[in-house]
């Protein structure tokens, strides 16, 4: 009995640590990192699944009923009744109330997400067959975002979702993504943010979000693009306002877009 107490403490201590990544015998969602993922799953928990689980158990009750109440047996004589219009106006009107009370809050969240706040950061993310490549358009940065394979992964770092370059975005920041793909559909979604937009060619979708807590999230295309759309994860890490602008000034080097001469700067500056 005390092995199985560890083993259960084991596992809610172990779950805390990898907390933005899917884990073995997941249910549910992953824990929220944003407000708009957290309000995603309070809708879901709080409202979605109780009426969910109350319609079933009534039509599950309704069955169980009718099979007994009415079996054959029981009833040598069949009823010739084909209408009714009480029980006809009520099983049109309570699900369409029921449709009314979940789209109200639902259309809600959906507005918010919808609606992007002034960005602190602006990330453009490029899907390719098979790879996410990153651009940050005010900073003079680009670099692709290869998955690394598993032969090569170091410890911590979860098979078929660590990439070798992460995108790198300060915590408590408006972080608006710019979404676009160079050859078919893909998707960039991050489960943890309640994040994920298509990424269409030749048009750029837009969507935003504020991490909350420092650390590493993990997210997946999430529209089947081909032969290896499984092997094309999201990596985001998300940093304190320090760590970013220190990240900046090596990425400002390492991925510049174009390397600005001293003298490109003096004519762009007379302009
Ligand atoms: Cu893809």
Redesign the pocket.
Known sequence: MKKFLYIILFYFAASNAIANQPKDWQLGFQEAASSSMREIVNFHDKLLLPIIIAISVFVLFLMVYACIRFRASRNPNPSTTTHNVAVEVLWTLIPCLILIVMAVPSFKILYKQDTIPKADVTVKAI?Y??YWGYEYPDENIIFDSYMIETKDLKKDQPRLLAVDNEVVVPVNKVVKVLITAND????WALPSFGVKRD?VPGRINETWFKAEKVGTYYGQ?S?L??IK?AF?PITVRVVTHEEYQEWLTGAKIKFAKEILEEDQFKKLASK
Do not use: I
Request: charged share 5%; glycine share 14%; aromatic share 8%.
């Open positions: 899907g067959q098979w078919v559909l893909h998707a990424a295309c529209e693009c081909g759309h094309m």
